[in-house]
Each structure stands twice: as C-alpha cells, then as structure tokens.
C-alpha cells in the first residue's frame, strides 16, 4: 500500500473511532466537551493533535469497564496488565478484536518466515497476559502448528523443542538465553530444528538478539505490543532488522517529547503514543506507552512501506536516576554484552548510602573465574566497572557471581532492585 493510500485509511478509520469514542465512552466525550471539540472537527490525521491524550492513570481511574465502548455482552475476551505497581487494568475486545489482533500476529509470524507447515512452541504466560494467547491464535490463524507449553518447566520444553522438531519459538529474550544454557549443558544444541525466534515483552539490546541468534543458530525477531492496545502484534521486525514495522492501518503512531508533548522530528527519540483504528471493545485515543524509540517512515529493503519503529531504549518509568545521571538497564546490558566477558544475566541494585545512591551490578560469570586466581577475578570487576563508567557516565560498584545464582524468569526479566523505593 503507498503511503497515500495508506493516510486515506488512516483518515477514513480515525474519523470512524472518534465518533466512536465519542458516542460511546463517557470518559471521552467529557475531554472533548471540555475544550469544545466535536467529532466533526476531527477531519483527517493532521487534526490528531487536537485530540487529548490518554493515560495508563485513566485506565485505572476508570477501572474497571469505564473505558470499554461497547456493552460487556459484546465482549469475548478479557485480559489483564502485569503491572507489578497500581491497580490492574482490564482491557476487552470483541470477536472482531480478537479476529484483527490474530491477523496482526499472523502479519507478525510471515515476517518471521513462520506459517503453515512450522511448528511453533509458544512459551509465554497464557492467562490474562497477552502473550500467551495473542500468539496462539495468530499462529493458529496462519495455519501453523502450535504447541503452547506456556511457561513453567523449562525441561519439558527443552524436550518438547526436540522430540516434536518445533521449528519456531515464542518466548521473552531473557527466558530464551536461559533454555540456550539449558540446552547447552543437556548437549542439545545440535538437535534443534527451530529456525526462527519471536521474542518481546520486555528491553533487550542487539548485542542481546545478536548473541541469542548465535548461541542457537537461528533468527531472532523483536516483536512488541502492550495490552492496552493490542497484545503482542503491533510491530515486529523482520528479516533485515531495520526497526520494527507498525500496522498502520490499526495503530495511528506518533513519537512525542516528554516535556513538550510535542511531536519529535523522525529518527529522535521520544514517548511512543498509540491511537488505535480499528479497535471496538476498548478505543483508545492518543494512549501514551511511556515506552521510549524513534520512528522512521523511510521504506525498508525488505519492500514494506510502513513505518518502523526502532529499538527500544527503555521506558521512561524505567529510567533510573542515580546521583543526577539518567541511567536505562539497555545501556548496561548493551556494554556488558559487547564485552563478551560475562553471561548475559545480571541485576542492578540501588540503594542510598547516607545521602549517596550507590548502583551495584551483579553479574554472572563462567565458573573457571571463581577457580582461578582472586587476581584475575578483581582485574575483571575493574574492567567491567571502567567499560560501564564509560557507557553512562557514572561509577558503579561490581560484583561478579557464579552462573545461576541470578534467579531466571520465565516470564519478564526482573533487572532492577531499587531499594530506595522499597525504603
Ligand atoms: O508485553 C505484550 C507482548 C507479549 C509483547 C509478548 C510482545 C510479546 P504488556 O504486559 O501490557 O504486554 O507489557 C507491555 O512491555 O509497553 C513495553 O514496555 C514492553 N515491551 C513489549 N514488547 C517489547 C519489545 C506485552 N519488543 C510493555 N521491546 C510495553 C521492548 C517491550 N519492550
């Protein structure tokens, strides 16, 4: 679709959500009334910035059902955020939801190169997490064999992965490194059929994706989604990893500044902000993610025109701030990961000592280091210290640990402890 056609859509939808919205959620219709906008006002795309934004505080002020803009016998489905602090929040959808949410995986999965004839082991929390279920049935819908093992026992997968010749699995990244190891240690690694990984959920660098492509020899996609939108299957890369395409024609995307809440100019960083286009159950207009990328409209080698959404850096509630220096986990993990001299698992600890915050990293390395002289081991806590200085500009404390000793999640990795919240 060209650009052009893709904007006619885009106009046609957006005018269509927010006579929705409008009719149909009283949240709405009170912010539009409260600074004189009427649905008509809302002609094309250009007339986005008209409309006021939603939050993840709104969602929770409105707990449960008070964004929903449909009745709940419409409703099919419903899940639930993870979120560790606040209440939950509860998102529906209706069949059609469900129908454009599998087609947004299934368009996800064929930039994989997954479809029917693979086998695909889905390895996350199935439940009222999204993970789980998004996946299966966009890959049900593509006609692929999928095996939701879910998450739980990670020997049973590892058996699984071989005994049924899956040629495709979908799981977090951090989860994905640990069954590496595991199948690395049952000597495993060479009887794997899986060609392709569809890791999100969570930040992970490229040296992260780099590194899991090597260890298991196969291709790993970063796919992402939030289930204040969708679920997983908004965006996803594909096989030139130049960013991760965005469906346009369901999810309007803007980048915005922080401060200003402007929009940034295209290859700067800022908050993603979502208005969704074709959603029934619960439309949101203008959401913002907190989850912080660029965004490029340049079309891409692989020949699709939408517009990709780089790497992401971190969310802005992710940030830490350590004496002044703002610090996100993606750096660490990215620099530790170039030096090539840990395992990739590792967690940061902040505390305040007196009046200073202090970071201390602990992270995992190989076995021999702990056999061999105490020398070598501190010369290697100084230079992963120094490499860290360098990469955010802050001096940090490191402690090295034995393999496993870092608890593994199978779900969303757990990389930072930050005691002064808990004081
Ligand atoms: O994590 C949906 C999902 C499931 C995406 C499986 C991909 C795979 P939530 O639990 O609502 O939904 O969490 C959404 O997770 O706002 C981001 O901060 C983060 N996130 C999701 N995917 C990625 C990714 C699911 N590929 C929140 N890269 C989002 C970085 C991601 N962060």
Redesign the pocket.
């Known amino acids: 679709m060209s650009r052009d056609e893709m904007t006619v859509l885009q106009n046609y939808r957006l005018t269509n959500t927010v006579n929705h919205v409008y009719h149909n959620v009283e949240f709405y219709r009170h912010k539009m009334q409260k600074i004189g906008l009427l649905p008509s006002d809302i002609k094309t795309i250009d007339d986005l910035t008209k409309l006021p934004f939603t939050t993840k505080e709104d969602l929770r002020d409105t707990y449960p059902y008070g964004l929903f803009a449909v009745p709940i016998s419409e409703i099919v489905r419903i899940h639930a955020?993870?979120g560790t602090t606040g209440k939950q929040t509860v998102v529906g959808y209706t069949r059609r939801d469900i129908s454009t949410w599998s087609e947004c995986v299934a368009r996800s999965l064929t930039m994989t190169g997954v479809g029917k004839g693979d086998t695909i082991l889905v390895a996350?929390g199935y439940g009222l997490?999204?993970?789980g279920l998004?996946?299966h049935y966009g890959a049900e819908h593509l006609g692929a064999c999928v095996i939701p093992i879910a998450t739980g026992s990670t020997k049973r997968l590892t058996t699984m992965m071989v005994d049924l010749e899956a040629t495709a699995i979908?799981c977090?990244p951090s989860y994905l490194l640990h069954v590496a190891e595991v199948l690395e240690a049952e000597g495993l690694l060479g009887k794997l059929k899986i060609k392709a990984a569809i890791?999100?959920?969570?930040?992970?660098s490229e040296a992260m994706r780099l590194q899991i492509e090597e260890k298991l020899g196969i291709n790993a996609f970063?796919?992402?989604?939030?289930?204040?939108v969708l679920?997983?299957g908004v965006a996803c890369d594909c096989i030139h990893h130049q960013g991760?395409h965005i469906y346009e024609d369901y999810f309007l995307s803007e980048v915005i500044s922080e401060q200003s809440q402007t929009p940034v100019a295209a290859g700067e960083t800022g908050e993603l902000v979502f208005t969704t286009l074709a959603k029934e159950g619960i439309p949101l207009i203008r959401y913002r993610?907190?989850?912080l990328t660029d965004i490029t409209y340049e079309p891409c080698e692989c020949g699709r025109t939408t517009a990709r959404i780089g790497?992401?850096k971190g969310?802005s509630d992710d940030m830490l701030i350590i004496r002044g220096v703002n610090v996100f986990p993606s750096q660490i993990e990215a620099a530790l990961i170039e030096m090539g001299t840990t395992l990739p698992h590792y967690v940061m600890e902040i505390d305040r000592v007196g009046t200073l915050d202090v970071l201390e990293l602990k992270v995992e390395v190989e076995e021999r280091y702990f056999s061999d002289e105490i020398r070598k081991l501190e010369g290697l806590t100084r230079q992963i210290e120094k490499t860290i200085r360098e990469a955010i500009g802050l001096s940090i404390k490191v402690k090295l640990v034995e393999p496993r000793t870092i608890e593994r999640s199978t779900g969303?990795a757990k990389r930072v402890i930050d005691k002064r919240k808990l004081m």
């Not at 970063?222 to 204040?228: A, N, P, V």
């Open positions: 955020s993870t996350y997490f999204t993970g998004g996946l979908a977090t890791c999100g959920a969570e930040p992970w970063d796919i992402y989604g939030l289930s204040e679920g997983p991760l993610t907190k989850d790497r992401f969310r969303k």
